[in-house]
């Protein structure tokens, strides 16, 4: 067993140097960066930040603002997305938190909101087969390195608008909706390279990286179902942000100053993949009260998991997933987020933390646990085997419903209740 001392936790002036030093000591082997490089981006992990977050939002603006990038103080986002992702603030909470706002504002957040809940949908269906399982095909521009423009690199930093995504990305882990949709049309549409190195790309820096949402946006940007990709060009970053343009070196020769040639291929549509039952897991808790100890992932890390809610003294355990965590090369950034999370979570209970083969260092525990929509919990509960489960906190009445596409798969659930 490898047993790990708890990580600090995160000091309300947002000081992460406690937290850096702690993963570059214990998980550092383990990140992208070289462990001396290590830092933190935008975001504080853990239920106390998230609370504040929560308690701060207003949406005033943010159908108006929501796809703006410069200046930052016309960003109309809401920055929730890795509270969100994190089972920090459930998507309920967040949605019943912004009822009284305007109601354009309300309406377009709230889609939003419900479009995190389609891609949990979707991805508890397909898993990591949603490429697959939607037949998607990278369109004709699929271009050999040596082919493309800029040497071969799908974000050339030499493009101010680039330049920017990739900076944010690298130092924040976090981006605008709007330049999300820049990088993978870039990545994909404009330069021809493989979206799926594309996508492991952003997630990997990402405090909000989902394999669920995050794939599914670049599905979306590349055109999957409808075979129309997203076209970034120059209008678009005229529009949300002309000081880059402004800025740029390449000012009077644009690489995207024209819309891109719609030619990439026939429409590629999936099959309808519903009714059939989604993988939702139980509708009530299972034994609940009986196990000694909370399994915690990375899915459901905030005090309203419905495991760790039952008991407020039972201790938690969490196992960072060594052979996971060594293929995906996270930035450090992101280790960093979660063992912030951690560590607030241990200033309330006792929290165990462990590095390993997951199933292996749970051997043998009496595990309460909340069920998750990622095919890796439903993998290691099999081996396992908790003695409570508790259903996954949805924000829509699931039923039987297709997820060919978000707008049928709103219609089917309607709105949450």
């Excluded at 560590?343 to 909340?370: F, H, I, K, P």
């Excluded at 259903?391 to 997820?403: D, G, I």
Aim: hydrophobic share 35%; with cysteine; net charge negative.
């Amino acid at each position: 067993m490898t047993t790990l001392p708890t990580p600090p936790a995160p000091t309300p002036d947002g000081d992460h140097s406690a937290s850096i030093a702690w993963v570059a000591e214990h998980l550092g082997d383990l990140a992208r960066e070289d462990p001396s490089d290590i830092a933190a981006g935008a975001f504080t992990g853990g239920q106390t930040a998230a609370d504040i977050a929560l308690g701060g939002l207003d949406i005033t603006g943010y159908a108006a603002r929501r796809n703006e990038v410069l200046p930052e103080s016309r960003r109309g986002a809401s920055r929730m997305s890795p509270y969100i992702r994190h089972g920090l603030t459930p998507l309920r909470e967040v949605w019943d938190s912004v009822s009284d706002a305007p109601g354009r504002d309300r309406s377009k957040y709230r889609d939003e909101l419900l479009w995190q809940e389609y891609a949990r949908h979707l991805y508890a269906r397909v898993g990591t087969d949603l490429g697959q399982a939607l037949r998607y095909e990278q369109p004709r521009r699929d271009l050999p390195a040596g082919d493309r423009p800029f040497g071969g690199d799908p974000w050339p930093r030499e493009m101010r608008c680039m330049d920017l995504v990739v900076e944010e990305l690298h130092e924040n882990g976090w981006l605008v909706n709007q330049t999300r949709m820049w990088a993978a049309s870039q990545w994909t549409v404009r330069v021809g390279a493989t979206w799926r190195d594309g996508e492991d790309e952003m997630f990997a820096h990402l405090l909000d990286g989902s394999r669920a949402a995050n794939r599914l946006g670049w599905q979306w940007t590349v055109g999957t179902g409808s075979g129309k990709p997203y076209g970034f060009s120059r209008w678009q970053v005229r529009k949300r942000s002309p000081k880059l343009c402004d800025e740029c070196a390449l000012n009077t020769n644009c690489p995207i100053e024209d819309w891109p040639s719609d030619d990439h291929g026939a429409p590629v549509d999936g099959p309808y993949l519903g009714p059939e039952d989604i993988p939702s897991g139980p509708d009530a808790p299972e034994n609940s009260g009986t196990a000694d100890t909370v399994w915690l992932t990375a899915e459901s890390l905030g005090d309203a998991d419905p495991a760790l809610a039952v008991n407020e003294t039972r201790p938690a355990v969490f196992v960072f997933d060594e052979p996971l965590l060594r293929r995906l090369r996270l930035s450090g950034k992101r280790l960093v987020f979660l063992a912030e999370c951690l560590g607030d979570l241990a200033e309330r209970r006792e929290v165990q933390v462990r590095r390993g083969v997951v199933a292996d260092e749970l051997d043998g525990m009496s595990l309460a646990a909340t069920w998750a929509p990622v095919p890796g919990w439903r993998r290691i509960a099999d081996r396992v085997q908790p003695t409570e489960v508790h259903p996954w906190p949805w924000l829509v009445h699931l039923k039987r419903a297709p997820v060919r596409s978000f707008s049928a798969w709103r219609k089917a659930v309607g709105a949450p209740r």
